[in-house]
Nanobody, 126 residues
């Protein structure tokens, strides 16, 4: 089992940058595929980005491709989401998720993740 704690949320102006972190407990972090999702007010949760357990494979939603970068540091049990060129429509609660994987692949479907953090709010002002 793994516990996830997100941090780094806050208020940023449009065009600015922000980096979210997600710290995981446990000794087997490197065996988990990790993902970032977000939920804007009044909307359903949506996929943002995912990274394979080795960190060599990444996958992004079209809405963030080229602006966001997911990365991980398995030695620190942490996954990151670097968000550049922020837009007001990026305002949402951001969640990280983990799913133990037996191969080096990425997961974009939320229902496939078993573990979720509590979320961190990111607000982008115009």
């Amino acid at each position: 089992q793994v516990q996830l704690v997100e941090s780094g949320g806050g208020l940023v102006q449009a065009g600015g940058s922000l980096r979210l972190s997600c710290a995981a407990s446990g000794r087997t972090f490197s065996s988990y595929c990790m993902g970032w999702f977000r939920q804007a007010p009044g909307k359903e949760r949506e996929f943002v980005a995912a990274i394979s357990r080795s960190g060599t494979k990444t996958y992004y939603a079209d809405s963030v491709k080229g602006r966001f970068t997911i990365s991980r540091d398995n030695a620190k049990n942490t996954v990151y989401l670097q968000m550049n060129s922020r837009k007001p429509e990026d305002t949402a609660v951001y969640y990280c998720a983990a799913e133990q994987s037996y191969s080096d692949y990425v997961i974009s479907r939320g229902y496939e993740y078993d573990y979720w953090g509590q979320g961190t709010l990111v607000t982008v002002s115009s």
